[in-house]
């Protein structure tokens, strides 16, 4: 940092500590790689010592599979890593943790057999459904990620159930894949005498990514609980007695009702046109106030050029480590806590500029300095949010300092209905926009999305098709297409290759014996790509499932030599018993159960920790199917 700006945060400070005290080297955050949550507690799945005690419907295991043509059934294989619940008569019970909590952030992975069925129970009252639910049209509270429904025998026969709340949408991923879910629960509140006055909610529920429930009350204990009162603590649930499941990578955060408070907070308002935050001493002073929170709107004046500078004291509740985040638009903004430089954005920043930083502090009183520099007279918006030991993340800015989604465009969405629907575009795949891209949508609401330059599937996904507001809002000049839906990434390299042999890498870019042709348009209306290489034909066509996350392949092939097909790219690929390959650590599934004499290969990828499978394709007049399913 120049010596300007340390010379100004000496200034500051010097209304915090002795002016002959030093201060320590300030550290630019935009150059560090930031620490940008706190980290989760581990559920420790080697053994089966972080639950009470058990019954033998649950063990720890090393792997697990699904056998498709089986209902409710787990083939296992020894090891560690892994909750398997295989219940059988007399040896059906629920499974507790060891821990309880009250308000609670969990994440971990779930799998179901087919037809399966069990839950989680929050408090072992409050249950979020675990179902196998792919391919269901409609999804119910009783599918998964359902809060599932109420039950009381009182209100008469035919009426006992009631509340309930289904997902948003079925983000269910087929039997036998891993499903991730996050939850942040809050338990019912209580006064001194024990009354309750606030019901339990879940403030977020997501699953594969998808959203499915926010800042949802329940009112009380949910059908099959483990309890029917209602208290500030209690241990997850698993539940056992209905069917198989299979967990993993089990984490949490527990957290208090525990807030960072302003003390002796005093406000300085100065004239200042300049980026950068210059010396105090050479600023116009408009005015200087107590105050109890932090706002951008402080800043007076008609499209004011301010800067604002707080100094005061905050009162930490736990000791620990916290998580700073600031944000401001098209402004800048500095935080000091005791000596140390926790944020630095000094400049000019958008909303999404990373303002992350970490303090070790220490239960109680600690000075504080932010700057925010106001430096535009049409722009304005401060936010601080912070995380700590047992403390969620909230923001500790006055509502109305910022709109997060400043410069967020309207949705503007394509779909199809009745007839398959094209849409060139640029699309993101990974951190690499391609350029030369057509994406699908067909009646079915499977869609997928092709590169032409590179001839290779990108990505496929269920539900919505594409939102373009990039693309038309204004000048549209991302020029960029973004699916709405869960899609599942492909690899994104060339889908064909000529190696030496099965070891070769493969490669980044397609050569200049491959030409693309473009598309001729099937009878449904959905494209057929072809390609040139060699002399020879490549055909790749595309057909969608009418009810399942299911998308089938169908290359077609005349060609002078033998080429390689790269299919899919993870981290770990599993030929299956099936002749089905689980891509990606049971992310997606390859299915090659109806084609026959096909020999996939799985070898390791170039990308480090990564694996390919191939296949080979003889020249000739060919034809290779495969189905993708998610």
């Known amino acids: 940092m120049n010596k300007l700006i340390k010379t100004i945060f000496t200034l500051v400070l010097c209304g915090l500590l002795s002016c002959s005290e030093r201060v320590s080297e300030i550290v630019d ?88 069925n069990s839950g989680l129970y929050f408090q072992g009252r409050y249950e979020i459904q675990l179902l196998d639910s792919w391919g269901v049209a409609e999804a119910k509270s009783s599918d998964i990620g359902g809060i599932y429904q109420r039950w009381d025998e009182s209100r008469g026969k035919g009426n006992e159930r009631f509340e ?20 942040i629960f809050h338990a019912p509140k209580f006064d001194s005498s024990g009354k309750k006055i606030k019901n339990a909610w879940f403030e977020e529920v997501w699953l594969n990514g998808a959203l499915l429930h926010q800042n949802q009350e329940v009112s009380g204990p949910t059908r099959a609980s483990a309890f029917q009162d209602e208290k500030p603590m209690g241990p997850l649930m698993i539940q056992g007695d209905h069917a198989a499941v299979a967990i ?81 638009h098209r402004g800048g903004g500095v935080l000091i806590i005791d000596s140390d430089t926790i944020v630095n954005l000094n400049g000019d920043f958008e909303v999404n500029a990373p303002g992350f930083g970490l303090a070790s502090l220490q239960k109680g009183d600690v000075p504080f300095t932010l700057i925010y520099n106001k430096h535009r007279p049409y722009q304005r918006g401060l936010a601080l949010f912070v995380e700590g030991p047992e403390i969620a993340k909230y923001a500790i800015h006055a509502k109305g300092s910022i709109t997060i989604n400043q410069g967020s465009l309207p949705e503007m969405i394509v779909s199809a209905s009745d007839e398959a629907v094209m849409q060139r575009s640029f699309l993101m795949h990974g951190d690499t926009k391609r ?67 099965e070891k070769s890498n493969w490669p980044d870019s397609i050569s200049t014996s491959y030409h693309q042709l473009g598309y001729e348009l099937s009878q449904d209306g959905t494209p057929v790509f072809l390609m040139e290489v060699d002399g020879g034909l490549i055909k790749n066509e595309f057909i969608p499932s009418d009810t399942l996350r299911k998308l089938t392949r169908i290359i077609k092939t005349d060609l002078n030599k033998n080429i390689w097909h790269k299919i899919a790219e993870g981290s770990i690929i599993e030929a299956l018993p099936d002749n089905t390959y689980a891509i990606d650590d049971k992310n997606y599934f390859v299915d090659f159960s109806e084609s026959e004499g096909v020999e996939p290969v799985i070898r390791k990828g170039k990308a480090a920790g990564k694996q390919e499978l191939l296949v080979n394709i003889s020249e000739g007049k060919k034809e290779l199917s495969y189905k993708i399913i998610w």
Request: aromatic letters at 10%; one cysteine or more; glycine letters at 8%.
């Open 164 to 183: 309930g709340y289904a997902p948003s949408m079925n983000a269910a991923k087929a039997p036998g894949l891993w499903q991730h879910f996050k939850i």
């Open 248 to 328: 993993r990578n089990i984490k949490y955060k527990l957290y208090e009702d525990k807030k960072i408070a302003f003390k002796n907070l005093t406000m300085k308002e100065y004239e200042n046109k300049s980026q950068l935050i210059p010396d105090l001493d050479t600023l116009v002073v408009v005015r200087e106030i107590k105050t109890d929170s932090i706002s951008s709107t402080m800043a007076t004046g008609e499209n004011p050029q301010k800067l604002l500078v707080y100094n005061g004291k905050m009162n930490i509740p736990n000791s620990g480590d916290y998580i700073f985040d600031m944000k401001v």
């Open 29 to 116: 955050t935009q150059k560090t790689d930031p620490i940008k949550v706190l980290p989760f507690k581990i559920l420790s799945l080697d053994d089966l010592s972080g639950f009470k005690p058990v019954a033998k419907n649950w063990k720890i295991v090393g792997d697990t599979y699904v056998d498709q043509k089986q209902k409710r059934v787990f083939v296992s294989s020894p090891g560690t890593g892994i909750l398997l619940n295989e219940p059988e008569q007399g040896m059906k019970e629920n499974l507790f943790t060891a821990f309880e909590h009250g308000d609670i952030e969990l994440e971990l992975d779930v799998m179901m057999p087919v037809h399966s």
């Open 435 to 501: 350029t030369h891209c057509i994406s699908v949508a067909t009646p079915q609401g499977i869609n997928y999305s092709y590169d032409v330059s590179f001839g290779s599937l990108l990505q496929a996904w269920s539900g919505g098709f594409l939102n373009v507001a990039k693309m038309w809002h204004s000048r549209g000049g991302q020029q960029l297409a973004e699916p709405i839906g869960l899609p599942v990434s492909i690899h994104g390299n060339p889908d064909f290759a000529y190696l030496e042999n």
